[in-house]
C-alpha cells in the first residue's frame, strides 16, 4: 500500500451548527463527536449558504461563481451562472487521480446542471451542461445527481454510469451510500492505493424520512419547544467553551411564534425527532464507516474532514411549492401524502415533509437566520478533522476560514501539485488557503479577505470584522470576535472601515460576475416555471 494517506471529506446536508453533540445538541451523534475530541474543531468555518454553491467551492477550490454555479443548477446565461461545473476549474478528483489516488464519491452530487424530478425519462444526464462525477474525475460513483431524493425510494440513482432501477424493501439513502463507499474503499485497499472519498450526504435535507427505530429514541425529546432547546443548546454550548466569548444568542427570528403559541405541538415535535433521527442515523453510518478503516488497517493513515454544506433550512414544504417538483407515489406504486400538512406526521414513506423556519432557528443556534442567507446561521458549520498523530488540537480552534480552504488543504495532505491545464483548458488558479498549519496547532490566520454572495444577500469578512447586507437592504457591520451573534452592528461609529470593506466587495464582485438579484431571478423563475423562489 502506499503511505500517501488516504482522504475522506463528508459534506452533511442542511445540518445546523448546533446539530451535532460537539457543538451543544442533544442528538446522540457520538462517532462524530469521538473525531473531534481525538482531532481538531474549527468554530469558523464558513460555506456558501446553499447546498450546490457550496458543493461547488469546496470540490474547485474556487468561489462557486468562479466556478460556474452562482446560484443553483439553473443556467442564467452567465459563465457564472452556467449552474454546472466550469471547464476551466478542476475537482479535487481531478487533481488528485492526477497524483495517484483512486478517487471514489457516494452521495449528492448537484453540480450537474439542472433537473426536475418529475421528468426523469427527459434528463440528459452526461450531456457537456449535465456532467456526472465519472466525468470530473472520479473512478466510482453511487448516488443522485440532483440536489435531493426519497429516502426510502428515490427518483433516479446512478452507479457509475448505469442507471439503478430496483431498490431492496430495506432501502435507505443514507444506509445505502455507507454500504457502497465501504465497498469503494475496500477495492482501493485491494489494489494498494491511496484513495479519496467524497461521501456526500443527503441528510438531514428534507423529506423528513427516518427508520422508526431511531424516532423512537427522540420521542418526548422536543416537546419542550423549540424556545426551550434554544436556550438549553446555548447554556451547554457555553459551558463547554465551545467559542472564545459566550456571545448573546440571537432573539427568536421575528417570524417565529413562541412555543406556547404554536399549534399542533405533537406534529412539530414530531418533526424535530425525524430530523434528529435522520443525523443520528448519519452518525451511526459514519461509525460504521469507521469501523471498515479500522478493520482494513486504514484508520491511522486517513485524514477525515466532517463539515455540512449550509444552515438549518428554514424552507416550508407547500403541497404547492417545492413539493409539486417530486414525485407523490414511490417506486412500488403508494401514494405519497406531499406538503407540512399538521394532520400527518412525518418520517414515513408516505410523507413528505420539512420541519420549517422554527427548528431551523433551533439548529443554528446562537445565530441568526438560515441557509440562503449570509448572516453567521446561513454560513456558518462546525469543521472537524482526524488524522491520528498529525493533527490534534485539545481545545476548539477559532480561525476564520472557507469551504474554498479545503482544496489546498486535501493537496498539501497529499503533496500533490494542482493541474494547470485539463481536456485543453487552463485551470483558474486556486482561491483558498492550505488549512493545514492550523489544523496542526500553528498560528495561522487567513490572509486574504472571505466573501460571500447567495440570491443578493452579500457579506466580506476580513480579520475579526464582518461586513454584511440583506437583499435590498443597508450595510451592517460586526466584531466577530465580541459579537459573532450579529446583535450590535457597528456601521455608524466604523464608518471608514465600513467603506472600504464595501469597495473591496464590490470589486471582488465585480470581476467574479455576480448578477444583481433583480436581474438573475426573473431568469430563475422563468427556468423553474415558478412565481417565487421561497418554495
Same mark, same amino acid.
Given at each position: 500500500?502506499?503511505?500517501?494517506?488516504?482522504?475522506?471529506?463528508?459534506?452533511?446536508?442542511?445540518?445546523?451548527?448546533?446539530?451535532?453533540?460537539?457543538?451543544?445538541?442533544?442528538?446522540?451523534?457520538?462517532?462524530?463527536?469521538?473525531?473531534?475530541?481525538?482531532?481538531?474543531?474549527?468554530?469558523?468555518?464558513?460555506?456558501?449558504?446553499?447546498?450546490?454553491?457550496?458543493?461547488?467551492?469546496?470540490?474547485?477550490?474556487?468561489?462557486?461563481?468562479?466556478?460556474?454555479?452562482?446560484?443553483?443548477?439553473?443556467?442564467?446565461?452567465?459563465?457564472?451562472?452556467?449552474?454546472?461545473?466550469?471547464?476551466?476549474?478542476?475537482?479535487?478528483?481531478?487533481?488528485?487521480?492526477?497524483?495517484?489516488?483512486?478517487?471514489?464519491?457516494?452521495?449528492?452530487?448537484?453540480?450537474?446542471?439542472?433537473?426536475?424530478?418529475?421528468?426523469?425519462?427527459?434528463?440528459?444526464?452526461?450531456?457537456?451542461?449535465?456532467?456526472?462525477?465519472?466525468?470530473?474525475?472520479?473512478?466510482?460513483?453511487?448516488?443522485?445527481?440532483?440536489?435531493?431524493?426519497?429516502?426510502?425510494?428515490?427518483?433516479?440513482?446512478?452507479?457509475?454510469?448505469?442507471?439503478?432501477?430496483?431498490?431492496?424493501?430495506?432501502?435507505?439513502?443514507?444506509?445505502?451510500?455507507?454500504?457502497?463507499?465501504?465497498?469503494?474503499?475496500?477495492?482501493?485497499?485491494?489494489?494498494?492505493?491511496?484513495?479519496?472519498?467524497?461521501?456526500?450526504?443527503?441528510?438531514?435535507?428534507?423529506?423528513?424520512?427516518?427508520?422508526?427505530?431511531?424516532?423512537?429514541?427522540?420521542?418526548?425529546?422536543?416537546?419542550?419547544?423549540?424556545?426551550?432547546?434554544?436556550?438549553?443548546?446555548?447554556?451547554?454550548?457555553?459551558?463547554?467553551?465551545?467559542?472564545?466569548?459566550?456571545?448573546?444568542?440571537?432573539? !427568536?427570528?421575528?417570524?417565529?411564534? %413562541?412555543?406556547? *403559541? @404554536?399549534? $399542533?405541538?405533537?406534529?412539530?415535535?414530531?418533526?424535530?425527532?425525524?430530523?434528529?433521527?435522520?443525523?443520528?442515523?448519519?452518525?451511526?453510518?459514519?461509525?460504521?464507516?469507521?469501523?471498515?478503516?479500522?478493520?482494513?488497517?486504514?484508520?491511522?493513515?486517513?485524514?477525515?474532514?466532517?463539515?455540512?454544506?449550509?444552515?438549518?433550512?428554514?424552507?416550508?414544504?407547500?403541497?404547492?411549492?417545492?413539493?409539486?417538483?417530486?414525485?407523490?407515489?414511490?417506486?412500488?406504486?403508494?401514494?405519497?401524502?406531499?406538503?407540512?400538512?399538521?394532520?400527518?406526521?412525518?418520517?414515513?414513506?408516505?410523507?413528505?415533509?420539512?420541519?420549517?423556519?422554527?427548528?431551523?432557528?433551533?439548529?443554528?443556534?446562537?445565530?441568526?437566520?438560515?441557509?440562503?442567507?449570509?448572516?453567521?446561521?446561513?454560513?456558518?458549520?462546525?469543521?472537524?478533522?482526524?488524522?491520528?498523530? !498529525?493533527?490534534?488540537?485539545?481545545? %476548539?480552534?477559532? *480561525? @476564520?476560514? $472557507?469551504?474554498?480552504?479545503?482544496?489546498?488543504?486535501?493537496?498539501?495532505?497529499?503533496?500533490?501539485?494542482?493541474?494547470?491545464?485539463?481536456?485543453?483548458?487552463?485551470?483558474?488558479?486556486?482561491?483558498?488557503?492550505?488549512?493545514?498549519?492550523?489544523?496542526?496547532?500553528?498560528?495561522?490566520?487567513?490572509?486574504?479577505?472571505?466573501?460571500?454572495?447567495?440570491?443578493?444577500?452579500?457579506?466580506?469578512?476580513?480579520?475579526?470584522?464582518?461586513?454584511?447586507?440583506?437583499?435590498?437592504?443597508?450595510?451592517?457591520?460586526?466584531?466577530?470576535?465580541?459579537?459573532?451573534?450579529?446583535?450590535?452592528?457597528?456601521?455608524?461609529?466604523?464608518?471608514?472601515?465600513?467603506?472600504?470593506?464595501?469597495?473591496?466587495?464590490?470589486?471582488?464582485?465585480?470581476?467574479?460576475?455576480?448578477?444583481?438579484?433583480?436581474?438573475?431571478?426573473?431568469?430563475?423563475?422563468?427556468?423553474?416555471?415558478?412565481?417565487?423562489?421561497?418554495?
Amino acid at each position: 500500500m502506499s503511505d500517501k494517506p488516504n482522504i475522506i471529506l463528508i459534506l452533511a446536508d442542511d445540518l445546523g451548527f448546533a446539530d451535532l453533540g460537539c457543538t451543544g445538541s442533544e442528538i446522540r451523534t457520538p462517532n462524530i463527536d469521538g473525531l473531534a475530541r481525538d482531532g481538531a474543531l474549527l468554530t469558523a468555518m464558513y460555506n456558501c449558504a446553499r447546498c450546490c454553491p457550496t458543493r461547488a467551492s469546496l470540490l474547485t477550490g474556487l468561489y462557486p461563481h468562479n466556478a460556474g454555479i452562482g446560484h443553483m443548477g439553473a443556467d442564467l446565461g452567465t459563465p457564472a451562472y452556467r449552474g454546472f461545473l466550469r471547464n476551466d476549474c478542476a475537482t479535487i478528483a481531478e487533481h488528485l487521480r492526477a497524483a495517484g489516488y483512486r478517487t471514489c464519491m457516494s452521495g449528492k452530487w448537484h453540480v450537474g446542471g439542472d433537473f426536475m424530478a418529475r421528468e426523469v425519462d427527459s434528463w440528459r444526464v452526461g450531456d457537456v451542461d449535465h456532467p456526472t462525477p465519472r466525468q470530473r474525475g472520479f473512478d466510482r460513483f453511487y448516488g443522485i445527481v440532483d440536489g435531493v431524493t426519497h429516502f426510502f425510494s428515490p427518483h433516479y440513482m446512478l452507479e457509475d454510469d448505469t442507471r439503478v432501477e430496483t431498490w431492496p424493501d430495506d432501502f435507505y439513502f443514507t444506509d445505502a451510500i455507507t454500504d457502497k463507499a465501504i465497498g469503494m474503499v475496500e477495492e482501493a485497499v485491494e489494489m494498494q492505493q491511496p484513495f479519496f472519498l467524497y461521501l456526500a450526504h443527503t441528510a438531514p435535507h428534507w423529506p423528513l424520512h427516518a427508520h422508526p427505530q431511531d424516532i423512537a429514541r427522540y420521542d418526548g425529546v422536543y416537546g419542550r419547544g423549540w424556545d426551550a432547546l434554544r436556550g438549553s443548546r446555548h447554556e451547554t454550548m457555553n459551558a463547554m467553551g465551545l467559542f472564545q466569548t459566550n456571545w448573546q444568542i440571537s432573539p !427568536r427570528d421575528e417570524d417565529v411564534c %413562541p412555543w406556547e *403559541a @404554536a399549534p $399542533h405541538k405533537d406534529w412539530e415535535a414530531r418533526k424535530m425527532a425525524t430530523y434528529a433521527a435522520m443525523v443520528d442515523r448519519m452518525d451511526q453510518s459514519i461509525g460504521t464507516l469507521l469501523a471498515a478503516l479500522k478493520r482494513l488497517g486504514q484508520f491511522d493513515n486517513t485524514l477525515i474532514l466532517f463539515l455540512s454544506d449550509n444552515g438549518g433550512c428554514a424552507e416550508f414544504m407547500a403541497e404547492d411549492g417545492w413539493a409539486k417538483f417530486f414525485p407523490d407515489t414511490t417506486h412500488d406504486g403508494r401514494h405519497i401524502e406531499m406538503g407540512n400538512r399538521p394532520e400527518i406526521m412525518p418520517g414515513s414513506a408516505l410523507t413528505y415533509q420539512s420541519y420549517d423556519k422554527p427548528w431551523a432557528n433551533v439548529s443554528n443556534a446562537p445565530f441568526r437566520k438560515f441557509k440562503h442567507y449570509v448572516h453567521e446561521g446561513g454560513i456558518s458549520t462546525p469543521l472537524i478533522a482526524h488524522w491520528p498523530g !498529525r493533527i490534534a488540537a485539545p481545545v %476548539p480552534l477559532h *480561525a @476564520a476560514c $472557507h469551504v474554498v480552504d479545503i482544496l489546498p488543504t486535501i493537496l498539501e495532505v497529499a503533496g500533490a501539485q494542482p493541474v494547470a491545464e485539463l481536456g485543453g483548458h487552463g485551470m483558474q488558479p486556486l482561491q483558498g488557503e492550505s488549512l493545514l498549519g492550523l489544523l496542526r496547532g500553528k498560528d495561522w490566520e487567513r490572509e486574504q479577505p472571505i466573501f460571500f454572495e447567495h440570491e443578493g444577500n452579500s457579506a466580506i469578512r476580513l480579520g475579526q470584522f464582518k461586513l454584511v447586507r440583506l437583499h435590498g437592504q443597508d450595510w451592517e457591520l460586526y466584531d466577530m470576535e465580541a459579537d459573532r451573534t450579529e446583535l450590535h452592528d457597528l456601521i455608524r461609529g466604523e464608518a471608514s472601515r465600513a467603506t472600504a470593506l464595501v469597495a473591496q466587495y464590490q470589486d471582488w464582485a465585480d470581476k467574479t460576475g455576480v448578477l444583481d438579484w433583480t436581474i438573475a431571478l426573473p431568469r430563475l423563475l422563468a427556468a423553474w416555471q415558478m412565481d417565487n423562489a421561497e418554495g
